[in-house]
């Protein structure tokens, strides 16, 4: 490898890194954001009925998509305070 490539290499790298982390972290963000707006809407759409069992079973189902996220989100939140 000529003299100067290696380190054009790793500076290219190191930018892919970047980028990636930079994607990740956006990413994060629209899932929390989407995490958050489905709770609201869901919170709002059995505001009442929540008392009654059969609405308790729908209304778990359709957070089903929410407790995912924010677990997922807890898990990269974890991952990343270990690196």
Do not use: W
């Not at 100067?4 to 982390?21: C, L, M, S, W």
């Not at 958050?36 to 778990?60: F, G």
């Amino acid at each position: 490898m000529p003299p100067g490539e290696g380190a054009a290499f790793a500076n290219g790298y190191r930018r892919g890194q970047d980028e990636a982390a930079a994607e990740i972290e956006r990413l994060r963000v629209a899932l929390k954001e989407c995490a958050d707006d489905l709770e609201a809407m869901i919170a709002h759409h059995y505001d009442k009925t929540l008392d009654y069992p059969s609405q308790k079973i729908k209304y778990d189902r359709d957070m089903t998509p929410v407790v995912t996220a924010r677990r997922l989100l807890n898990n990269e939140q974890r991952a990343s305070d270990e690196r």
